[in-house]
């Protein structure tokens, strides 16, 4: 496929463009300051660029915050790298110029809670957006979300 568009897809563990999110990072960790907000944000990211498996990233951000209830810490790592490279990615898609749209992938399972963005996970789920539109549903997602983000190419495979 990169060779049909002609874009560079790396096959690596980080992307560079989750260095640009780093500010977006951290905004939904409740109870914290802003000092820490930026130390979870700095912590994620390196760990991230690292490509340190979620555990070590648990272990990194043990101390950081008060540990409300048990795993705090694991919900944080997995929350906030789902974002982080969620939103590196849509960055990728929209420097691609061939992604035009996303299909937003959810539990499909009924649920009663709206992220921000008003839905549930089972009324996202399926949901075809509009790439400009695809931050606010991952910024909805709520700690240890379900969410994947699948590009839609803006032209099928081999048409001109």
């Not at 802003?34 to 130390?39: H, L, P």
């Not at 944080?76 to 110029?97: F, K, M, P, T």
């Not at 992220?115 to 509009?130: A, F, K, M």
Request: overall charge negative.
């Amino acid at each position: 496929m990169a060779d049909q568009f002609s874009v560079d897809i790396p096959w690596d563990l980080g992307n560079p463009n989750v260095h640009g999110l780093m500010n977006d990072l951290a905004r939904n960790v409740a109870g914290i300051n802003e000092t820490t907000r930026q130390d979870v944000q700095r912590t994620v990211v390196d760990a991230l660029d690292e490509g340190v498996p979620l555990s070590e990233q648990q272990e990194r951000l043990t101390g950081l915050f008060e540990e409300m209830y048990r795993g705090r810490a694991m919900t944080v790592a997995r929350s906030e790298s789902q974002v982080a490279y969620y939103g590196a990615n849509i960055l990728g898609y929209e420097e691609s110029g061939q992604i035009a749209y996303v299909e937003l992938l959810d539990n499909p399972e009924p649920d009663t809670d709206p992220g921000s963005d008003g839905l549930t996970c089972v009324q996202r789920n399926g949901l075809i957006v509009p790439l400009d539109q695809a931050r606010t549903h991952i910024e909805a997602e709520h700690p240890n979300g379900t969410l994947a983000v699948a590009p839609v190419l803006a032209t099928a495979l081999g048409a001109e």
